[in-house]
């Protein structure tokens, strides 16, 4: 990790996160030989998840190891990364950005930066069921497409916070014949008609109910507990999460932001660019369903456009005088 110093304290672009949309946009920046300094709290959302799927090449890797190899790349190209938080951030001409100062080379000190990206994902708030937290990215699951295989065809449970995880229900029904849709917090009446046909279609049972907690036996997941006490057997549970995206900077900064079913979002176009100039997001924080290959994706995409964003803007000064 290089430290950041007294003669490193103004940069092209920071970058603010160091997961895979950081570290992708970093790496295009720093082969543009753009001096950049990625800020990182180290609190990656796949960190409970022992693999990451379906990234074409590193299928079965670990998140630990995928940001460490990350970490490996960005440095070879001169890219500075330091552990610390960011408190703060304003704009004049370019971004005024200050550290948390929580190791020795965060210093609490300002870095200050042309263009600034925000890739500082989101967190997932779980259901208060007691045993969910301490299983999940274990056998307790929120993505198919993340996790399916490698629980195929045991007995699912799916954990339904709201009508729309009558969607989660039917999805993960193409991995296993055999689940179960707790309805939990929602009430029997509110799935719709066509749902529920489609449920039936898909040979998937409902039952409603209050859940109490899971079971566990020897380290596994073997049950749900209702409140009235019945225990259905499970192998696994998937749950939808709440999404909370971490956009308190962009805000601060004055992005335009965007309500969406899965929470609030900013406004960006197609390379990532918010409605403030210079200001960029990327992955999580640009919207809810990027997985980590897409989360790569996006910040390549938004280090390339800065990159060309800067050299046209030192051109026209060139030529403007």
Partial sequence: MV????????????????GAAG?????????????????????PRNAPAAHMQGY?????????????????EIAR??????????VDATRDEG???????????????????????????????????????????RDVVHCPYCHGWEVRDQAFGVLATTPMSVHQALMVSQWSKD????????????????????LAAAGVRVVPGEVAGLVVEADRLTGVRLRDGQVHDREVVFVAPRA???????????????ETPFGTYPVVDGRGLTSV?????????????????????????????????????????????
Wanted: no cysteine; aromatic share 4%.
């Fill in 3 to 18: 430290t950041v110093t007294e003669k490193t304290e103004e940069y092209e672009v920071i970058v603010v996160g160091g």
């Fill in 77 to 86: 190209y001169g890219v500075d990364l330091v552990r610390d938080r960011v």
């Fill in 277 to 321: 100039p210079g200001l960029w997001a990327a992955g999580n924080a640009s919207g809810f369903a990027e997985q980590v290959v897409n989360a790569a994706s996006r910040g390549y995409r938004a280090g390339a456009a800065i990159n060309g964003e800067l050299l046209m803007a030192d051109l026209d000064a060139a030529v403007a005088g």
């Fill in 95 to 137: 971004f005024a950005v200050r550290l948390a100062g929580g190791t020795p080379s965060g210093g609490g000190r300002t870095v200050r930066a042309r263009q600034l990206v925000v890739a500082t994902g989101l967190k997932d708030e779980l259901p208060p069921v007691p045993g969910l937290a301490e299983r999940f990215g």
């Fill in 244 to 258: 909370v995206p971490r956009t308190d900077l962009l805000a601060r900064l004055g992005a335009e932001l965007s």
């Fill in 179 to 198: 689940v179960t849709l707790f309805l939990h917090t929602v009430a029997e009446a509110e799935p719709a008609d066509e749902d529920l046909r489609r």
């Fill in 56 to 72: 074409l090449s590193r299928d079965g890797m670990s998140p630990a190891e995928f940001l460490a190899v990350g970490r490996e």
């Fill in 23 to 43: 570290l992708s946009a970093a790496l295009v920046l720093g082969r543009a030989r753009r001096r950049t300094l990625v800020v990182d709290a180290g609190e």
